[in-house]
């Protein structure tokens, strides 16, 4: 069974940081790249950061270049976002989703969300000022 499960989430004071993990399984990890994403209350969907298993490229949207990293273990099959500076306008649902193929900035679009092969549940963020 295929699965992607996002954790690390929960309830943080702003100015902290958090690490959240897309830990996957059921599939061959090292063909795909993985995005995460997150949505807030009433906003759009936004994309973040992907990474390519097979190579460890990464890109960023120029919203979070700075504060947030992105990394891959791949003897553990899992995608780690590591946030920094936390403010709580970052207060969202952080999702992992995967697509089969070379890493791609287009991945974090709605159209490259769409287009992702599986897809994480997600996991609450909330930060209070």
């Not at 996002?6 to 702003?14: K, R």
């Not at 500076?85 to 999702?95: F, N």
């Amino acid at each position: 069974e295929v699965q992607l499960v996002e954790s690390g989430g929960g309830l943080v004071q702003a100015g902290g940081s958090l690490r959240l993990s897309c830990a996957a399984s059921g599939f061959t990890f090292v063909d795909y790249s993985i995005g995460w994403f997150r949505q807030a209350p009433g906003k759009e969907r936004e994309g973040l950061s992907c990474v390519s298993f097979s190579d460890g490229s990464t890109y960023y949207a120029d919203a979070v270049k700075g504060r947030f990293t992105i990394s891959s273990d791949n003897a553990k099959n899992t995608v780690y976002l590591q946030i920094s500076g936390l403010k709580p306008e970052d207060t969202a649902v952080y999702s992992c989703a995967a697509v089969r193929g070379p890493l791609n900035p287009r991945l974090l679009s709605d159209a490259g969300y769409y287009g992702m092969d599986y897809w994480g549940k997600g996991t609450l963020v909330t930060v209070s000022s």
